[in-house]
């Protein structure tokens, strides 16, 4: 029968540096290419046998341990970086923090630190924290807002395995959003785990929060995700958590997997005809008032510049994969133009303008609309026939 493991065996295991990391790469669901990975605590004994983190890491969750294992996991990792960075600059590395991790300060002070001293780039390292770090809110959240201030990515770990809503994350500096395994592994089983991890995608995508996919392990289902408008995926069809010595050679040698953004283009779609009904429900309700008010402070109106809403930040980013798409390019002039309706459309409203003007301004937005959406359509089409013709 296998010895128990004690709190004592963690601490000597610290001593003699037996914990290492593990690295799963994550791929960009958008270009394909590889993004980034999440690093992996493993306790490799002297014998060379392998500890899982199932076997030890609840033990230092209950004896506050985890804080020192967890500083110990980032100093590794800001050595392990320094190779990473040198052999693909565009890596960024992620690792798990615990909610007693921000229980005091000493953690954030160290990235903090280790950012201001210029070891590792604040938008190359990403923290992720699961649910548990809600418990002690107030402090939790000053911790996780220094953090955030500092330009660093904050992930919501195994989000649906506990019972927050992304309402109450809202309320946190969180900008990804990794969903739990079980409900990626339950696409094919269960249409209610499909609804729910489209709902979550497009919420979280709303809330302006990417969306990491964890434990993809097939084909099918990375295709399905990127229908679905998730931004990167990560799991054993794309690659196990690999030692150091191993990753490295992965991260030269990688073959780009295929990249298929329609889910985006989707999202652009819905984000559009969400920002033209917004913009004519502000138009209506300003023209309909008795009173005299300025649009620009009204809550929740349409963004009016034309590089700043959601569909222009996709223009101007993400979108750029089609720029060699005759579709791509002809979508900016109509949809600078609707801006500019907009703009024209708000103002009239704000001024009482007569209901002959009003009905006339929005029959030109909607135009201008129509042909904004047949070219993201367009794309949408030239995207999987192209993707379709490929696969043959």
């Not at 959406?373 to 043959?392: P, Y």
Request: proline share 3%.
């Amino acid at each position: 029968m296998e010895q128990k493991i004690t709190l004592s065996d963690l601490r000597v295991a610290l001593n003699k540096k037996e914990y290492e990391l593990y690295y799963q790469p994550k791929v960009s669901m958008i270009t394909g290419e590889l993004s980034g990975a999440e690093a992996l605590i493993r306790w490799r004994r002297s014998d060379g046998t392998l500890v899982p983190p199932v076997e030890f890491i609840p033990l230092a969750e209950e004896s506050d341990f985890i804080l020192e294992i967890t500083r110990y996991v980032f100093d590794k990792l800001i050595i392990d970086f320094a190779i990473i960075n040198a052999v693909n600059p565009s890596i960024t590395v992620s690792f798990n923090t615990s909610g007693k991790d921000f229980h005091d300060e000493r953690l954030t002070e160290k990235i903090v630190e280790a950012v201001n001293s210029q070891l590792i780039d604040a938008t190359k390292l990403e923290i992720e924290v699961t649910e548990t770090v809600l418990v002690d809110e107030e402090h939790a959240k000053k911790c996780l807002n220094r953090l955030s201030k500092a330009g660093i990515p904050i992930a919501m770990d195994d989000f649906g395995t506990g019972h927050s809503g992304l309402v109450e994350l809202s309320k946190w500096p969180f900008s990804i959003l990794k969903i739990d395994q079980k409900f990626i592994r339950g696409l094919n089983e269960s249409i209610k785990d499909r609804e729910i991890l489209q709902a979550s995608i497009r919420m979280a995508h709303q809330l302006d929060m990417d969306v990491v996919a964890e434990g993809i392990e097939d084909e099918e289902t990375y295709r399905v995700l990127q229908e679905y408008g998730c931004k990167t995926g990560q799991g054993y069809w794309i690659s196990k958590p690999l030692p150091f010595h191993e990753f490295i050679p992965f991260l030269k040698q990688f073959s780009n997997l295929p990249a298929m953004p329609v889910g985006l283009l989707y999202m652009a779609q819905l984000d559009h005809i969400q920002w033209r009904k917004t913009l004519i429900d502000t138009a209506l309700f300003l023209h309909a008032s008795k009173e005299d008010r300025e649009f620009k402070n009204l809550r929740g109106v349409a963004e009016l510049e034309h590089t700043a809403c959601k569909l222009g930040l996709w223009y101007y980013d993400e979108g750029c994969t089609f720029k060699n798409d005759e579709n791509y390019l002809q979508l900016e002039q109509p949809h600078i133009e609707l801006h500019a309706i907009g703009k024209e459309l708000l103002y009239a409203a704000r001024d009482h303008c007569s209901m002959d003007d009003l009905t006339r301004l929005i029959q030109q937005l909607s135009g201008k609309s129509i042909r904004v959406l047949q070219a993201l359509q367009a794309l949408e089409n030239n995207l999987q026939v192209n993707q379709h013709s490929s696969a043959d």
